[in-house]
């Protein structure tokens, strides 16, 4: 997985993270990059963990495959509402990565998709 962010707010955490499920693997598919995106893609998971009642619940947020999110850095830690996601938003065409998600995790949508022609994606 990868963290987007994470912050505590009246006796909740929410973490915002890119997840794989049990299919993933490090396979070198398409000689795109390690990983088999096309069976596990990346997916934007928010996380709410209710400390008061003990209580945890998961949503699939985006349905975008990505990977490498990132967010302003002066916001680490603390409520946040976007997101940036190195992305293939078509749904039947996982890899490569052409796009960047601007993720909008207040509306869980995108808010906004820059698409970029020719050019492939990658987290150098």
């Not at 598919?29 to 928010?46: A, C, Q």
């Not at 699939?60 to 002066?74: K, L, N, V, Y």
């Not at 830690?77 to 960047?100: D, F, H, S």
């Amino acid at each position: 997985f990868f963290s987007v962010n994470g912050f505590e707010d009246h006796g909740h955490i929410h973490i915002t993270s890119v997840c794989f499920d049990e299919n993933f693997t490090m396979e070198f598919e398409d000689k795109v990059g390690l990983s088999n995106g096309s069976v596990s893609p990346g997916r934007v998971i928010d996380f709410d963990l209710d400390l008061t009642q003990m209580q945890a619940r998961h949503i699939q947020a985006d349905d975008c495959s990505c990977e490498f999110p990132t967010i302003h850095t002066g916001l680490n830690g603390k409520n946040w509402r976007y997101g940036y996601l190195m992305a293939a938003a078509a749904p039947n065409k996982p890899l490569p990565y052409m796009e960047v998600v601007k993720y909008d995790r207040w509306k869980q949508r995108r808010q906004v998709r820059f698409d970029l022609p020719n050019i492939v994606i990658g987290n150098n």
